[in-house]
């Protein structure tokens, strides 16, 4: 993706369609979306000197990970509570930890940071998806 914010829109667009196409509730899939479009403007505005990111998406077993890697200089620490009220930044992280399931960095210095958001699928009833999902544990697959 550009490394700007006129591609964060196309990732939720992306993402999103995929999972509702799926049968996953729209608030599973509004929960992935803030933690993806977060994520993405991480990059966004900390992606080190590339002009680009990128986003991979698995969605499998019942889960949806998403990883947003850039080339930025990472993480010096992860906050543990959210900044004063007159704060500009610094609510991201923990936003993202408050809707997935898993969060995870992985920084390589003078390569890059790539974030890792795992969220285990809620699904609509009638999802076909699920039912195959569930076809799958009750054989034993």
């Known amino acids: 993706m550009p490394r700007d914010a006129i591609g964060i829109p196309m990732v939720r667009r992306m993402v999103g369609d995929a999972l509702l196409s799926l ?20 990059a966004v505005r900390h992606g080190g000197p590339a002009n680009r990111y990128e986003v991979m998406a698995t969605i499998g077993n019942g889960r949806c990970e998403l990883r947003v890697a850039d080339q930025g200089k ?9 900044p004063s009220g007159d704060a500009e930044n610094g609510r991201g992280i923990l936003i ?17 940071t790539t974030v890792r958001l795992s969220k285990e699928l809620d699904w609509d009833e009638d999802a076909i998806a699920h039912h195959l999902t569930l076809d799958r544990q009750l054989a034993g697959v």
Not at 31 to 41: H, N, R, W, Y
Not at 74 to 82: C, R, V
Not at 97 to 105: E, G, I, K, T
């Open 74 to 82: 990472g993480l010096h620490s992860i906050p543990k509570q959210y």
């Open 96 to 112: 993202m930890r408050a809707v997935v399931d898993d969060l995870s960095f992985d920084t390589t210095p003078g390569r890059g």
């Open 23 to 42: 049968g996953v509730t729209r608030e599973c899939v509004s929960d992935i979306l803030l933690a993806t479009s977060e994520a993405c403007a991480n």
